[in-house]
């Protein structure tokens, strides 16, 4: 187990210098001066300009940053925004929580609907149900986040009026952040209507962001217990006369799901993908709305720093996935 884990733990340095080489030169090859996008229609004197590229290091050879800004990065320095001149670090600490609620209520979502759906699905092969289940999986896979997001808003927000269209909350109420999680800051706080309120904005997208994830778990999990349900304990508990519920709760589901563990991992990197767009669309002010508008603002810093941060966060969930996966699956860990 030592020698898997080890194993794993290796590929992170690799891993994590190729994310530093993305986000710093992929960056760089946006158009666009960023002092001047910082400058905005009022324009620049030469000058100055000049002064504050050599203030946030810009005047350097591209591979001289590059080394500057590993070297900070190795001591835990991200830099500070280049418009609000804020450390990268605390802005993207006071907007995660924001996002880590969105994708936790995406993912349960996901689960919730996905799981029992694949069951389902599996265990009535080939009926109308196993084929509706997987067309509206396929159809949820290839769904567009930004058009589908637009579609639920014009429907329950603009036509029908049953959710807000954007934010975290009503401007009628505020919450002290004490979690950084509105829905147990409000119940903290003991105010229903607040807990509402946001509980009520989270529901668009949640279905925005969790649908991609929910199609995938809903395939896998099909996929699963048909090959789990083929297999000859499965035959013999039948011919033993257990209840086809008991077999498939208890013997089947068990098995089935390890292989879904791992593909829960995997949908951490697609939530933080498909949070910059849901939190643009829905104006959640999370690290995905962050990093779009660094991007629009040719904020350097931020997106240098808000890409390695997210990434690590991703690398670190799926290490804990993959030896959480050897731990319950053996085979695993010694096939690799």
């Given at each position: 187990m030592l020698r898997f884990i080890f194993t794993r733990l290796s590929l992170i340095i690799p891993t994590f210098l190729g994310m530093t080489l993305?986000?710093?030169?992929?960056?760089?090859?946006?158009?666009?001066?960023p002092i001047e996008t910082l400058a905005g229609e009022r324009g620049i004197d030469p000058i100055r300009h000049a002064q504050l590229l050599k203030?946030?290091?810009?005047?350097q050879p591209v591979l001289v940053q590059y080394g500057i800004y590993i070297g900070r990065v190795l001591k835990g320095d991200l830099g500070k925004s280049?418009?609000?001149?804020?450390?990268?670090?605390?802005?993207?600490?006071?907007l995660f929580p924001a996002t880590i609620e969105l994708a936790l209520c995406a993912i349960i979502f996901a689960l919730l609907i996905g799981i029992p759906a694949g069951?389902?699905?599996?265990?009535?092969?080939?009926?109308?149900?196993?084929?509706?289940?997987m067309g509206v999986s396929l159809t949820g896979y290839s769904m567009p986040i930004f058009w589908w997001?637009?579609?639920?808003i014009l429907l329950f927000s603009v036509q029908l009026g049953w959710t807000p269209v954007s934010g975290r909350m009503s401007v009628q109420y505020f919450i002290e952040p004490t979690t950084g999680f509105l829905l147990i800051d409000s119940l903290l706080s003991d105010?229903?209507?607040?807990?509402?309120?946001?509980?009520?904005?989270l529901i668009l997208p949640t279905i925005v962001l969790g649908t991609n994830p929910l199609a995938v778990i809903a395939r896998m999990t099909r996929s699963a217990m048909l090959e789990v349900l083929g297999e000859d304990y499965i035959r013999t508990a039948r011919a033993k006369g257990l209840s086809n519920l008991r077999v498939v709760a208890i013997h089947a589901l068990r098995n089935a799901l390890i292989p879904v563990v791992t593909v829960?991992?995997?949908?951490?990197?697609?939530?933080?993908?498909?949070a910059i767009l849901t939190e643009t669309i829905f104006s959640w002010p999370g690290v995905g709305k962050w990093l779009i508008e660094a991007i629009s603002r040719r904020d350097y810093t931020v997106l240098q720093g808000g890409i390695l941060l997210l990434g690590a966060i991703v690398m670190a969930v799926n290490l804990l996935v993959d030896i959480t996966y050897g731990i319950i699956n053996p085979r695993i860990r010694h096939q690799r």
């Open positions: 993305l986000a710093f030169f992929l960056i760089r090859m946006v158009p666009g001066d203030e946030f290091g810009l005047d280049m418009i609000t001149q804020e450390p990268v670090l605390n802005e993207f600490l006071t069951i389902l699905a599996a265990v009535k092969r080939n009926s109308i149900l196993d084929h509706g289940v997001g637009l579609l639920l105010d229903k209507g607040a807990f509402w309120s946001a509980a009520s904005h829960i991992g995997l949908q951490v990197g697609v939530l933080f993908t498909g």
